[in-house]
């Protein structure tokens, strides 16, 4: 186990410098600057600009002192925001993304699982029909539709949720379930499907025969099995869910990370586009490791350290 | 008379498929006497599976028992509810399938599995089901069994699975055993190992047991009394010693007639039984047989022969022992004294 964390931790570095170079050397690649105005400023600001964040230094240069600065966790200042770092940046976004999101996901799990499990159970009738129903609704509507329509139906016609803002756990419902919507109709599929498969297996039969309850061949024998392609799905899910989605949180006006991913792009702020690509790929692999490491407690003909 | 433990009265199983009703088993009636090994034998397709799967009346849908009964120690499964059956599955009828590979559950240990009908019926505490896991892999000849009772089904070979199964199966002391092609799936070596474990098994532990196989040589080995089934019909019932040398029925001829036999040297091929089984969405109307059987008469299709009694054991369903047939005589090369 020990050697097995090692090697991926590792190799999980070595995606991150490969995703930290490629992004690099990309953005400086796209035409423009963080400067670069459509009434364009007078050369000497810009000079004193570039020299200020050492943009006139020889792009090697720029690359080496950004990798020295993340292998210090320094993203360095955000060239948009005066006196705001990077650092900061995500430090204050990711708590509201990430509460938004930890929501999300539970909504995602405590949902979407048991709505599988009841489909699979009840194949082809009604129960099954009227989930397959939302399910391929919630995963074809995108999020911005969701999002409007929880705002036009239940902030502006029913009143019951606000609109927008994140100071109650009122405010929570609407962004959650814009956020989750999909991932929450993907996972009850899946988990649909993978039970119809696990529920015709011959171990589900002996269960049977062994005279337990079918509560007890469903939620421990048939469900464990059938649980597999769903941490797979959930793990990388729960990365994208946590950082934020810029469409949900500009809709539901919420002070999340999600904005400065799709802001620093059209803004050109390399410091904050660079940390928060760096910050979402960290979780993902980390997330990845988190579920191959899963996978060995579900599933033990996968063995983890080998 | 020996105490009757199970006794299937004209049992009928029908598949209701969107095609139409499937008739899988149509009028099937036989007794097991308590301590008695009973084979039951047939091709793919002849009914002798879903035959027991209605007794454990663990019928996948949309499989339903239509008729009949079955009377277990004198009381009728057809009748008793899903709640009172759970109680009777594992603990007085006990099952083993086919399949020791996908049989056990991948993701619990052997010994979770085992000790989970122990705990279920006899309401044992986990560390006392636990030694008794260990106990029932003990007996079914796991070696280590303190140590193996830990591992995952991946871990163990197929001729141990299927011990495992059997040690689950047996783990309750159950009054019936009903054990599905336990061999099928094995190598001939594991074969004989398996059934020799059953053998032996079935004494220590006073079960009845119904082994269902397509392979006579399996039945010829642990069976006293053979069921032959075809078309979802009984065709023949004896003892081993009947089925085997006096067969009466064509249909039990043309199965013995297909086995291979060293003896016969490389000279002389197989004979197989010409056709295939009839359709069971549309049941023929005489003998299931007649289409395939050599001997057919025109009564054959026309009228579903009933049960002669070629004595108080040993029935068979066919037009050929009716007074007025013909005598046909038949050399199946059944030999006594050669394997």
């Given at each position: 186990?020990?050697?097995?964390?090692?090697?991926?931790?590792?190799?999980?570095?070595?995606?991150?410098?490969?995703?930290?170079?490629?992004?690099?050397?990309?953005?400086?690649?796209?035409?423009?600057?963080?400067?670069?105005?459509?009434?364009?400023?007078?050369?000497?600001?810009?000079?004193?600009?570039?020299?200020?964040?050492?943009?006139?230094?020889?792009?090697?240069?720029?690359?080496?002192?950004?990798?020295?600065?993340?292998?210090?966790?320094?993203?360095?200042?955000?060239?948009?925001?005066?006196?705001?770092?990077?650092?900061?940046?995500?430090?204050?976004?990711?708590?509201?993304?990430?509460?938004?999101?930890?929501?999300?996901?539970?909504?995602?799990?405590?949902?979407?699982?048991?709505?599988?499990?009841?489909?699979?159970?009840?194949?082809?009738?009604?129960?099954?029909?009227?989930?397959?129903?939302?399910?391929?609704?919630?995963?074809?509507?995108?999020?911005?539709?969701?999002?409007?329509?929880?705002?036009?139906?239940?902030?502006?016609?029913?009143?019951?949720?606000?609109?927008?803002?994140?100071?109650?756990?009122?405010?929570?419902?609407?962004?959650?379930?814009?956020?989750?919507?999909?991932?929450?109709?993907?996972?009850?599929?899946?988990?649909?499907?993978?039970?119809?498969?696990?529920?015709?297996?011959?171990?589900?039969?002996?269960?049977?025969?062994?005279?337990?309850?079918?509560?007890?061949?469903?939620?421990?024998?048939?469900?464990?099995?059938?649980?597999?392609?769903?941490?797979?799905?959930?793990?990388?899910?729960?990365?994208?869910?946590?950082?934020?989605?810029?469409?949900?949180?500009?809709?539901?006006?919420?002070?999340?990370?999600?904005?400065?991913?799709?802001?620093?792009?059209?803004?050109?702020?390399?410091?904050?586009?660079?940390?928060?690509?760096?910050?979402?790929?960290?979780?993902?692999?980390?997330?990845?490791?988190?579920?191959?490491?899963?996978?060995?407690?579900?599933?033990?003909?996968?063995?983890?350290?080998? | 008379?020996?105490?009757?433990?199970?006794?299937?009265?004209?049992?009928?199983?029908?598949?209701?498929?969107?095609?139409?009703?499937?008739?899988a088993v149509r009028g099937v009636s036989f007794s097991l006497n308590k301590g008695e090994a009973?084979?039951?034998?047939?091709?793919?397709?002849?009914?002798?599976?879903?035959?027991?799967?209605?007794?454990?009346?663990?019928?996948?849908?949309?499989?339903?028992?239509?008729?009949?009964?079955?009377?277990?120690?004198?009381?009728?499964?057809?009748?008793?509810?899903?709640?009172?059956?759970?109680?009777?599955?594992?603990?007085?009828?006990?099952?083993?399938?086919?399949?020791?590979?996908?049989?056990?559950?991948?993701?619990?240990?052997?010994?979770?599995?085992?000790?989970?009908?122990?705990?279920?019926?006899?309401?044992?505490?986990?560390?006392?089901?636990?030694?008794?896991?260990?106990?029932?892999?003990?007996?079914?000849?796991?070696?280590?069994?303190?140590?193996?009772?830990?591992?995952?089904?991946?871990?163990?070979?197929?001729?141990?699975?299927?011990?495992?199964?059997?040690?689950?199966?047996?783990?309750?002391?159950?009054?019936?055993?009903?054990?599905?092609?336990?061999?099928?799936?094995?190598?001939?070596?594991?074969?004989?190992?398996?059934?020799?474990?059953?053998?032996?098994?079935?004494?220590?532990?006073?079960?009845?047991?119904?082994?269902?196989?397509?392979?006579?040589?399996?039945?010829?080995?642990?069976?006293?009394?053979?069921?032959?089934?075809?078309?979802?019909?009984?065709?023949?019932?004896?003892?081993?010693?009947?089925?085997?040398?006096?067969?009466?029925?064509?249909?039990?001829?043309?199965?013995?007639?297909?086995?291979?036999?060293?003896?016969?040297?490389?000279?002389?091929?197989?004979?197989?039984?010409?056709?295939?089984?009839?359709?069971?969405?549309?049941?023929?109307?005489?003998?299931?047989?007649?289409?395939?059987?050599?001997?057919?008469?025109?009564?054959?299709?026309?009228?579903?022969?009933?049960?002669?009694?070629?004595?108080?054991?040993?029935?068979?369903?066919?037009?050929?022992?009716?007074?007025?047939?013909?005598?046909?005589?038949?050399?199946?090369?059944?030999k006594r004294g050669i394997a």
């Amino acid at each position: 186990m020990g050697r097995f964390l090692a090697n991926r931790i590792i190799s999980m570095l070595i995606t991150l410098f490969l995703v930290i170079t490629i992004t690099f050397f990309l953005m400086h690649a796209i035409p423009g600057g963080p400067f670069t105005r459509e009434k364009p400023l007078p050369p000497k600001v810009i000079e004193a600009l570039e020299a200020k964040y050492k943009l006139d230094q020889p792009l090697w240069k720029q690359y080496v002192d950004y990798l020295k600065g993340v292998v210090t966790f320094d993203l360095g200042p955000s060239f948009q925001r005066v006196g705001v770092t990077v650092n900061e940046l995500i430090a204050k976004g990711f708590p509201v993304s990430a509460k938004i999101g930890g929501g999300s996901i539970l909504l995602v799990l405590l949902v979407g699982i048991p709505l599988g499990v009841i489909s699979a159970l009840k194949q082809n009738k009604w129960q099954d029909q009227v989930v397959m129903v939302l399910a391929t609704l919630g995963v074809t509507i995108p999020s911005f539709v969701m999002a409007t329509l929880i705002i036009y139906i239940f902030s502006s016609k029913l009143g019951w949720l606000p609109s927008h803002g994140l100071t109650s756990w009122k405010h929570m419902i609407g962004p959650m379930i814009a956020l989750g919507g999909f991932s929450l109709s993907f996972v009850a599929r899946l988990t649909r499907s993978s039970m119809l498969e696990v529920l015709q297996q011959d171990y589900i039969r002996t269960a049977r025969a062994k005279g337990l309850s079918e509560f007890v061949v469903v939620g421990k024998h048939a469900l464990k099995n059938a649980l597999i392609p769903v941490v797979s799905y959930i793990g990388p899910t729960i990365a994208a869910i946590l950082t934020g989605s810029f469409v949900v949180e500009k809709i539901f006006a919420i002070p999340g990370l999600g904005k400065h991913f799709v802001e620093s792009v059209g803004n050109r702020d390399y410091t904050v586009l660079m940390g928060v690509t760096i910050f979402y790929a960290a979780f993902l692999v980390l997330m990845i490791l988190i579920v191959d490491i899963l996978y060995g407690f579900i599933d033990p003909r996968i063995k983890v350290g080998d | 008379m020996a105490e009757k433990l199970l006794d299937v009265k004209n049992l009928k199983t029908s598949f209701y498929t969107h095609v139409g009703e499937v008739q899988a088993v149509r009028g099937v009636s036989f007794s097991l006497n308590k301590g008695e090994a009973l084979g039951i034998v047939g091709e793919s397709g002849s009914g002798k599976s879903v035959t027991s799967m209605s007794i454990m009346k663990l019928l996948q849908f949309p499989g339903k028992i239509k008729d009949g009964e079955i009377l277990f120690k004198g009381e009728d499964l057809v009748k008793k509810s899903e709640k009172h059956m759970m109680s009777i599955r594992g603990n007085e009828i006990a099952m083993i399938f086919q399949d020791p590979m996908t049989s056990l559950n991948p993701v619990y240990t052997v010994g979770d599995q085992i000790m989970e009908a122990i705990i279920r019926h006899q309401g044992l505490s986990k560390q006392k089901a636990k030694k008794k896991a260990i106990e029932m892999l003990k007996l079914v000849g796991i070696p280590s069994p303190e140590k193996r009772v830990d591992n995952y089904p991946h871990e163990f070979s197929g001729g141990m699975r299927q011990r495992a199964m059997i040690a689950i199966a047996l783990s309750c002391q159950p009054d019936l055993l009903i054990a599905d092609e336990p061999t099928t799936a094995l190598d001939v070596t594991i074969q004989a190992q398996i059934l020799e474990l059953m053998k032996d098994l079935k004494e220590k532990i006073n079960t009845s047991i119904i082994l269902i196989t397509h392979d006579l040589g399996v039945v010829a080995d642990v069976c006293s009394r053979i069921i032959v089934m075809y078309g979802g019909l009984v065709m023949e019932e004896g003892t081993a010693e009947e089925i085997f040398y006096d067969p009466k029925h064509p249909y039990t001829m043309g199965l013995l007639k297909s086995i291979p036999r060293l003896d016969l040297g490389q000279k002389k091929r197989l004979v197989p039984i010409e056709g295939s089984p009839p359709d069971l969405l549309k049941p023929p109307k005489g003998c299931p047989f007649a289409a395939r059987c050599p001997y057919a008469m025109r009564i054959c299709v026309e009228e579903r022969p009933p049960y002669f009694y070629v004595n108080e054991g040993h029935r068979s369903m066919c037009w050929l022992l009716h007074e007025d047939a013909p005598d046909v005589k038949v050399e199946t090369g059944v030999k006594r004294g050669i394997a």
